[in-house]
């Protein structure tokens, strides 16, 4: 069994966290932590999150992570320096998947993992990570004879754009055909206007907003009369839950360093 610490208990992500670890025979709802002060501190932590009573109360006192092992961090950059701290002080591995961490919380972040540790990923779904990989593969066979797209779809209350999910997937065409031009002279954020014929160096990445759309992403790769397009469609949070549930198992009594998802599903040894 590995003991889990949820951070940001109350959160979507973290009742998302909590009604998936109740359903995996793997783990065990350890702790569960929120801000001082959240509504539902003192609330047991899975009637919170939808499911029945497991005994764990949302607390706020950031002494209580026993007898956890692996803190899952899915909160706010803002506190994600204090919660590295908090890890490293208790000897917790970490799962992070808080996202928008300014250059001090990545330095923070890094700092902790020479002592625990850490596996990081702005993208915890296992399927959005094989597609990643998938498109590094795609990329490297068909070289620059393919125009490569990335389009992206999100709820319409989304405040940044394009997604960090699109850029990591235009890093990836990028790491699979080699080039000179670095990779934000090749990015080509939509088209309007006399935007001129295509380049083959570009990569052009498009941002659609409505709805609930919990996130679609799509890489098209066309040539001379056929096209490939890869697509991940996420329909719940559930997606990046259960990934950072396999990744809580396998991080636990590893050495201490900096890990991602590519670690977690042995990607690099296929
Ligand atoms: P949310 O606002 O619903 O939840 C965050 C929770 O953290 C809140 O309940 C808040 O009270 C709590 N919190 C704040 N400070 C805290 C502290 N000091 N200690 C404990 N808890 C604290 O947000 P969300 O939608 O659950 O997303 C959380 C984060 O996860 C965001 O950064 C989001 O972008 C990221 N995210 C990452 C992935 C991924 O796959 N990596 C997927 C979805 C969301």
Redesign the pocket.
Known sequence: MTKLLI????????Q?LVRCALDHPEVLVAAA????G?ENVGDDAGLIAGCREIGVTIC?N?EETKPAEVMID??????VR??MDLAVKNRLAVVL????LTGEDREAVKGAARKVPVVW?????LGVNVLLDLTTRAAAILGGSYDMEIVEMHHKHKLDAPSGTALALAESVVSGYPSDLPPDKRFRHGREGHSGTRTPEEIGIHALRGGDVVGDHTVIMAGDGERIELTHKASS?NA?AG??IEAAIWVKGRSPGLYNMRHVLGLDEL
């Open positions: 951070m940001g208990a109350a959160g979507r992500m973290g998302a932590l929120e801000r001082s959240h706020d950031r899915f909160t706010t950059h803002a506190v204090e919660n998947g808080t996202t928008g990923a702005p993208n915890m779904s949070r990046f990934g950072a």
